[in-house]
């Protein structure tokens, strides 16, 4: 972003307390007794997160809308934190993936001024996440078209993902310039690429090792799908992944979503009965 268009948003506050985190308290605070709620030996593995509803939650606030998105990112670490948290009542890695879906490939169509300023916010996050991020066992990685990332950014992620590279209490993604169907044909474009060299034979593609070649390879499919702010739809996110992703929306805006949210999807996820395509 350019000095101009810097001292056009002179004033924005990019870190903003959330009303949620305000009924928290912290981390669970009031909501400490939905624990007690959970089975705590169901609980999904992976969890995909649709991060919707930033734009809407600070146009409603009468707040820019960067104050929006800035409000989202650390929400995202909040819910990184109860997940960890979950885990740790549960005594064991039983949430063992976040993947959020942070930037689309088409949010790029969005105006100059915003996508700036987001890359700035994600940059900041970065460097302010960090070291509390590794700290607390999280590892991190940044999954998507990254070559269409500002450099700054892209040399932050580096850092970031091998700081983190051996941690071991809960992986989590961030989703950036991502295509659901961009990641498909990426897998394609590696086993043809394979095929080509010889390393690899038709016959030894099924859909475990087609997956692997995607940029979740090596990860369990996502359980559970939570989407804020009421849509309902996909809009290009993990589409090979979910096939048999078990869907959960609010309509609450993603800055808003709170512990009660969370803890109530993965109650809504266990009284489903999974049945995979079976009787």
Known sequence: MSTTERERYEGVALDVTTESEIKLKGKWGDFRHLLGELDLTALPRHIAIIMDGNRRWARERGLHMLEGHGAGVKKAREVADLALDINQAAGRKAIEVLTFYAFSKENWNRSYLEVAGLMEIFE?????EMLPLHERNMRVRIIGDLDDLPLTLQTRIRKIEKLTENNTGLHVNFCLSYSGRGDILNGIKRIFQLYL????????????????????????????????SGEMRFSNFLLWQIAYTELWVT????????????AESIMEYQKRERRYGGG
């Open 124 to 128: 900041e996050a970065a460097i302010r």
């Open 197 to 228: 060299d010889g390393k690899i034979d038709s016959d030894d593609i099924d859909e475990e090792t087609f997956g692997d070649y995607l940029d979740t390879g090596g990860l369990p499919d996502p359980d559970l799908l939570i989407r804020t």
């Open 251 to 262: 309509p609450a805006y993603w800055p808003d979503f709170n512990a009660a949210l969370f």
